[in-house]
């Protein structure tokens, strides 16, 4: 029973070729399936990404269910992912061959209606983002990005955005000059 716990049924060196090829394939794959897919996760995205993980992972273990050899791929598959993080920080060229670079989807009120396709999002989840900014419609919008990320930013018009403390505050000593002016009441 120990010895079928923790000796690796596959030669260490095989079992890193196998992760490291099956991360890379799937680093690949899951870039070109674009940025939405890792952010935006609805509930098909999801059976998706933990079907994907139980497809892949003999390609990773071989024909091998020992502990030391789960450990080992995991071990593998943290190294490969702490050193490509740490060379997209160090390359920024790197950064965007991994990761990709921001999408316009809607510029000065209007939709980019071929990017949005493109990408595989919704309108409607455009308009929901520009509502949790504070704007109302898509005309308020200046511009909507999705980043590489995922994330789907928002910048309203000028005239168009909430107002922050600062606009608060200069209202506020707006209102004390007024105050100010004003006769004193009996």
């Given at each position: 029973m120990w010895q079928a716990?923790?000796?690796?049924?596959i030669p260490?060196?095989?079992k890193t070729i196998r992760t490291l090829l099956v991360y890379l394939a799937l680093l690949v794959l899951l870039r070109v399936i674009g940025k939405r897919g890792l952010a935006q996760l609805n509930t098909f995205d999801l059976v998706v990404m933990l079907l994907l993980?139980?497809?892949v992972q003999?390609?990773?273990?071989g024909n091998d269910n020992s502990v030391t050899g789960g450990v080992y791929g995991a071990l593998v598959l943290l190294a490969a992912?702490?050193?490509l993080v740490r060379q997209a920080v160090r390359w920024e060229w790197f950064n965007r061959l991994l990761n990709g670079t921001p999408t316009v989807l809607a510029r000065d009120g209007a939709y980019d209606r071929r990017e949005i396709a493109r990408q595989g999002i919704r309108v409607a989840d455009l308009d929901v983002a520009v509502r949790h900014q504070g704007g109302d419609a898509i005309e308020e919008a200046s511009l909507i990005v999705l980043e590489?990320?995922?994330t789907l930013l928002v910048?309203?018009?000028d005239g168009d955005q909430v107002a922050d403390k600062?606009?608060?505050a200069a209202l506020r000593a707006a209102l004390a000059a007024i105050e100010a002016r004003l006769p004193a009441g009996d």
């Open positions: 716990m923790f000796v690796a049924g260490y060196v095989e993980s139980n497809v003999n390609a990773v273990i992912d702490w050193l590489p990320s995922g910048r309203l018009k600062d606009d608060v």
